[in-house]
């Protein structure tokens, strides 16, 4: 399969770049090396072309509850009646 082939490049080339200690050993030999399961490639192409999906809190406005408060306030002192009669 091709793209097992390039994943287990990919998995060498990581392996020789963050190799900081220089030590040549295999890793494979002891079994400390990359371990699986790893996603299938289609399921990755999937995840990483899908539309973006938001949370509530990125599609709504931050402000939106003050904003609501205010805008409640002055619908309340518009419809404000007093019955106390003047003087």
Known sequence: M???????CCLDFCRYIFDVDGDESDDDADGAG????FRDPR?????RSRPP??????????YAVAEARKQYQLDEWVRRVTDDEYG
């Open 43 to 47: 399921e990755v192409q999937y995840m």
């Open 2 to 8: 091709v793209h097992a082939d390039i994943v287990l």
């Open 34 to 37: 990359f371990k699986g399961p």
């Open 53 to 62: 999906c938001p949370s509530l809190r990125c599609q709504s406005s931050y």
